[in-house]
């Protein structure tokens, strides 16, 4: 049972709202109100919904409007590279919140978040408002990197957001639009400042797309980075997990780093995640990563922390670093900054900018609405200490989860920080990743109502990641679905 905070049970067909602090209770009057259907039961089929305030579907060029119809010319006309449209073959017309609307009128409760995008959900009053005041403004769209009111309070906000010890000496750079990017400046700086070319990153990392970000992750097909061992329970790599196998790991890299013979150069960085997000949600131990911080200070290598996830209160804490108390000379940001719209920068070290001029450039790095929705973000949650809640809300999830696994040998672990939650499911004789499984799971909760996407080694986390303003109704609600979604993909697999 999942109860409030005054202690009043919760049941999945209760009211949906978004707000959590007065400022947003117009939100929660708007939202649009979620299908929960009785536990266990499925949602209905589509049906006709009246959506005054929706965009008009009803003439798209080219044939039908219907869901099916946009599916179809997807499918025609995308990459294979598609993934999300894949496994969640749904057509969003309208959304506030959590909540999304197909096409079809189903509504579906949003724990993707736009891969974590989303800090305030979609359509957020104070993004909105943000975004509409530079349109009806007049002001530039597009500026490069010349200097705006709205960039000087964008960067102000951010500023004011920071580790103190590191906005005290602080650079920023702004990026392209997409976090990879971020991270490909972010080693060329290092690599730049340092004059050397290694880079050390961790097994299971993921840090984007683009050649330099694929090198950093753990799935690279081609290894020209030093591959250190990320400790975790479940799947320790040294068989103990636990502050046992953190500490052999922190062994691991100073001797690999000290030894003469060891075949790793001193290197231009290390690149880390506070909590590994798509190598299956698994959160640094704070010890282990203080340990990095003093083994790379000792050793004057830039230590970079890749918070595009991470940070902006997901984790329970306004950076993932925040928990432990380490402040890297690198923070690569995107997602969240960006209020919902494309944005990403660095931040790092005024000792570090030795860069000339134009050495990292990109012509859409200076996105006048990304930037005002941004520091409606930044200020949002701050000022609504929405990480605070994030970290109170995902404890009390995790904890409910937890009692979940111990009636279903298929949960091989739970395990996240704040609003970064992760459900491994296993072969429950076996202990063996079941990738099967974990997609019946979330066909089953789709299903339902309920949008997850799948992470880790094989694809066996079920990952949610709902947005800061989430209520005890709705996490309430998430957690029925996701309760009748995984025995009911047990029974389908079996």
Request: charged share 20%; aromatic share 4%.
């Amino acid at each position: 049972m999942f109860e409030t905070q005054s202690g009043r049970a919760i049941s999945a067909g209760g009211p949906t709202r978004v707000a959590v602090t007065d400022s947003a209770e117009a939100a929660a009057a708007t939202e649009i109100p979620p299908q929960v259907p009785p536990r266990g039961s499925r949602v209905p089929g589509p049906e006709h919904v009246d959506c005054p305030d929706g965009p008009d579907v009803s003439g798209a060029p080219g044939g039908s409007a219907a869901p099916e119809g946009i599916l179809r010319r997807q499918a025609q006309r995308e990459s294979a590279a598609r993934t999300y449209a894949r496994s969640l073959p749904i057509v969003p017309v309208r959304a506030r919140g959590l909540t999304i609307e197909g096409a079809d009128g189903r509504r579906y409760l949003d724990c993707l978040s736009g891969a974590g995008s989303l800090a305030l959900g979609h359509n957020h009053p104070v993004v909105l408002e943000a975004i509409r005041g530079v349109l009806d403004s007049g002001a530039p769209l597009h500026v490069l990197d010349l200097a705006t009111p709205v960039k000087d309070a964008f960067t102000t906000e951010l500023f004011a957001n920071l580790p103190p010890a590191l906005a005290a000496d602080a650079r920023i750079q702004f990026c392209g639009p997409a976090g990879t990017d971020a991270v490909e400046a972010a080693l060329k700086l290092v690599r730049t400042a340092t004059g050397r070319p290694g880079l050390l990153a961790f097994t299971g990392a993921y840090h984007g797309m683009t050649a330099g970000a694929l090198d950093a992750s753990g799935g690279a097909p081609e290894v020209r980075v030093t591959r250190l061992p990320y400790p975790q329970d479940l799947r320790c790599p040294f068989g103990v997990g636990g502050p046992e196998g953190a500490e052999l790991s922190a062994r691991w890299t100073e001797n690999l780093l000290d030894d003469p013979k060891g075949g790793v150069p001193a290197p231009a960085g290390m690149i880390v995640e506070p909590v590994q997000g798509e190598g299956g949600v698994i959160p640094a131990p704070d010890g282990w990563l203080r340990r990095m911080r003093e083994i790379t200070a000792a050793r004057g290598i830039p230590l970079i922390a890749d918070e595009v996830q991470t940070g902006v209160g997901r984790t329970g804490a306004f950076w993932g670093v925040d928990h432990a108390g380490v402040v890297p000379d690198v923070m690569v940001l995107s997602k969240a900054i960006g209020g919902s719209l494309p944005l990403a920068v660095i931040v790092y070290r005024a000792g570090l900018d030795v860069w000339a001029p134009g050495s990292h450039a990109g012509t859409f790095r200076g996105n006048q609405l990304a930037m005002a929705a941004g520091t409606a973000t930044l200020a949002f949650v701050r000022e609504n200490r929405l990480a605070e809640r994030a970290a109170a809300l995902g404890e009390r999830m995790l904890a409910a989860l937890r009692g979940l696994a111990c009636g279903h040998p298929c949960i091989g672990e739970v395990r996240g920080r704040g609003l970064m939650i992760g459900v491994e499911l296993v072969d429950p004789d076996t202990g063996a990743a079941a990738p099967s499984l974990a997609a019946a799971v979330r066909q089953e909760c789709l299903d339902r109502g309920l949008i997850v996407e799948l992470g880790g080694r094989h694809g066996t986390v079920v990952r949610l990641l709902p947005p800061l303003t989430l209520t005890d109704e709705q996490a309430a609600a998430v957690l029925d679905r996701l309760a009748d979604a995984i025995p009911a993909a047990a029974r389908r697999t079996h």
